[in-house]
Every structure is written in structure tokens, then in C-alpha cells.
């Protein structure tokens, strides 16, 4: 199989790459190295066995369809990623996520490839799932800036204002993203979904959450929460953590997204009973064991050696409290399941090297 792998150059997509040709599969990588993601001077290695490197925006039909040339399947990777500066970045978002996808996904019908796999995202859910003793199952709002300015994180019952239960979202809670970024991912998948529908091809999307791991861009505004750590470590300062440490996240090993992102790819190219033409699946992909942003910095910087972590009481507009994953979908249709151990990860993770400086050619 020959996949072009969009954002290939990158955190996520060069995993992706790897796992592919250790797999025996080939990989044709089109990057445009964002300086967001890549810092300044970029530039991508030489193209070898296996792997073709070509540097270009997705924005860009006739790139894309010289990438596409004698391709089976396409892992879309590219995007705009994190909550970004403000609501300023809305026009970069909207361009690269989802003007990009229509793009390729024009360029794809166009090519006959029909087999597709989305880096989706947990963001589109929100708040994650949660329980009232009294009313069940319930989707609380966004939480107050009152309420976050005094320290209150935890949302109420929408209904009876009583504490609520976090719990693991499935793939079929509504939609509700709570910030441009979330807004263009779940644009993508509804973008793929239409694609799906109007082509008879396969897609699937894979909702990432908390990935992290070797690899992971350094000191940028658009990365996850374990970057911002990490990075912090490496200066020699403690990492700050946001309101009171007890959000609920699913940390997932990158090599473990990767494996993901095989599986499905395999999947959708061999058109497997859960696939078929016209069909658009969502899996969450997480580990499925969740732990707190408190105990995540902590597990980091003690592994690191560096200093304890110092929890702030800020708040970002934008965040959710708690989103924790059900993987059972990707398990019981994929065959896939997350196998690094939150505790190995983090030990490697303090250990590796980060993305500081541009790419060297190879």
C-alpha cells in the first residue's frame, strides 16, 4: 500500500511514516513545515526506500495532485493545532484545517483514491461525560468566567447545580467544540463524511486525545499541555499548571497513534465489513486509563529530575474540565489497543529529545 501521509514531517506524522514502512508499506509525505510546528529554516529530509518527500501546502490543488500520483490511501495529518494566541488565529485555522481538507479531498475524487484516515480530535466533544446522582446522564454547559475567576472548575448539573461524576464519552455524545480550533475539526470530519457520501469512499476518523511522546515541538503556543511541560523542564523551570490540577485527561502515547493510524489505514484500504463505500467512523484513540493534569506534570517532572510543578489557578477560555475516552469501538472494530504504559511513557518521554531546531536534511 502507498499512503500519502499529509503533515508527515511532523510530531504525529513522521510516527505515522515510520510504523508504515516498518510495516512494508510505502509513504509519500507532503509538508508544508509550518513555522508554528517547525520553527524557522525547516527543511524535510531526502526522499529514500520507501519514502517521498515532498514539501507544499495542502491549500494547493496542483501539489496535491502530483502527490496523490499512484497513491491508495491518504492519512491526513496536516492541521492547525492547540488553542492557538486568541481569537485572531480564526482565519489561519479555518484556512489550513479546513479549506486544506476540501482541498485534498477535491484532489483525492479527482485521483480515484477512496480510502481515508483523519487525525480527528477529542476536542469536539467538549465537556466530557458526566453523571448527576439525581438526573443521570447530563451535558453541562460552558463553564462561568465568574465561576473560573473564583476558583469554582468543576461544572455543576445543569439541572440541580449538585457535583457531577466525570465518566468516559463515547463516540456517539453530541458534538459541542468549545473553540475555533475544536470548530475545524469537527468541520474536517463532517467534511469527510460528505466526501464519503458523494464518492462511495471509506474514511475514518481517529479522535486523538492527549498524545504525547519523542518528538513533540518545543516552546510553541500551539502545542498540547505535556509540550508546554516538557519544555518548561528543559529550561530548568517547574511547569505551571492551570486551575487546580484535577482536570481529567487520557494521555496516549504517540507510538500508539501511530499503530492506530496503521490499523485504520488497513482497514479502510482493504475495505474491511465495518467500511464499506460511503461510510464515515469515528474511534476515539486513547489509552483508556485516565490521570489528572496535576499528576501527569508531577509523573513528568520527577522522571525529568527537574522542579516540582506549581499550580497557578489560571484558567484558559476555551478549556474543558474533564474528557477522558472510551476506546472500545477502535478495540472491538480496529483490533487496535493502546499498550504503553502511562508511567513507561512519561520515563521515555522525559528522556527523549524534543523538536528545538529545524529538520536536517538526511
Known amino acids: 500500500m502507498r499512503v500519502l501521509v ?78 492557538g494566541k486568541d481569537f485572531s488565529d480564526a482565519p489561519v485555522y479555518v484556512s489550513c484545517n479546513d479549506l486544506g481538507t476540501a482541498v485534498l479531498l477535491t484532489a483525492m475524487e479527482r485521483a480515484g483514491v477512496r480510502a481515508l484516515v483523519l487525525a480527528g480530535s477529542m476536542v ?39 457535583a457531577l461524576r466525570p465518566g ?32 462511495d469512499g471509506r474514511a475514518v476518523s481517529l479522535r486523538y486525545h492527549n498524545v504525547y511522546g519523542p518528538g513533540m515541538p518545543c516552546d510553541t503556543p500551539y502545542a498540547g499541555v505535556a509540550s508546554f511541560f516538557r519544555s518548561a523542564l528543559a529550561r530548568g523551570m517547574a511547569p505551571t499548571v492551570y ?65 516540582d510543578p506549581v499550580v497557578t489557578g489560571e484558567y484558559r477560555l476555551g478549556d474543558v474540565r474533564h474528557i477522558t475516552a472510551s476506546s472500545q469501538r477502535a478495540a472491538r472494530e480496529l483490533g487496535w489497543r493502546a499498550h504503553i504504559p502511562f508511567a513507561e511513557g512519561m520515563k521515555e518521554f522525559a528522556a527523549s529529545g524534543m523538536r528545538t531546531a529545524p529538520l536536517q536534511r538526511a
Not at 176 to 199: G, S
Not at 250 to 257: A, G, L, P, S, T
Open 243 to 307: 486551575e487546580d490540577g484535577a482536570q481529567r485527561r487520557d494521555f496516549v502515547h504517540v507510538r500508539d497513534i501511530a499503530a492506530a493510524n496503521l490499523t485504520a489505514l488497513e482497514a479502510v484500504h482493504t475495505g474491511a465489513a465495518a467500511h464499506r463505500p460511503g461510510c464515515f467512523t469515528a474511534y476515539n484513540t486513547g489509552s483508556g486509563h485516565p490521570h489528572t493534569v496535576g499528576e501527569m506534570a508531577a509523573a513528568l517532572a520527577e522522571c525529568y529530575g527537574g522542579p
Open 124 to 162: 469536539v466533544y467538549g465537556e466530557g461525560r458526566y453523571e448527576c446522582a439525581r438526573h443521570g446522564v447530563v451535558r453541562p454547559g460552558p463553564r462561568a468566567v465568574p465561576d473560573l475567576r473564583s476558583g469554582q472548575f468543576e461544572p455543576p448539573c445543569p439541572e440541580c447545580g449538585a
Open 6 to 83: 499529509t503533515g508527515g514531517a511532523g510530531f504525529i506524522g513522521s510516527h505515522v511514516v515510520e510504523a508504515l514502512t516498518a510495516a512494508g508499506h510505502e509513504a509519500v509525505v507532503l509538508d508544508a513545515l509550518l513555522p508554528s510546528a517547525h520553527g524557522g529554516g525547516a527543511e524535510l529530509p531526502a526522499s529514500g526506500p520507501g519514502v517521498r518527500y515532498v514539501r507544499g501546502d495542502i491549500r494547493d490543488a496542483d501539489v496535491v495532485a502530483d502527490a496523490l500520483r499512484g497513491v491508495d490511501a491518504v492519512c491526513h495529518q496536516a492541521a492547525m493545532v492547540g488553542l
Open 168 to 199: 468516559l464519552v463515547g463516540e456517539d455524545a453530541p458534538m459541542d467544540p468549545r473553540n475555533t480550533y475544536a470548530t475545524t475539526k469537527l468541520a474536517q470530519e463532517h467534511l469527510a463524511a460528505a466526501w464519503a457520501r458523494a464518492v
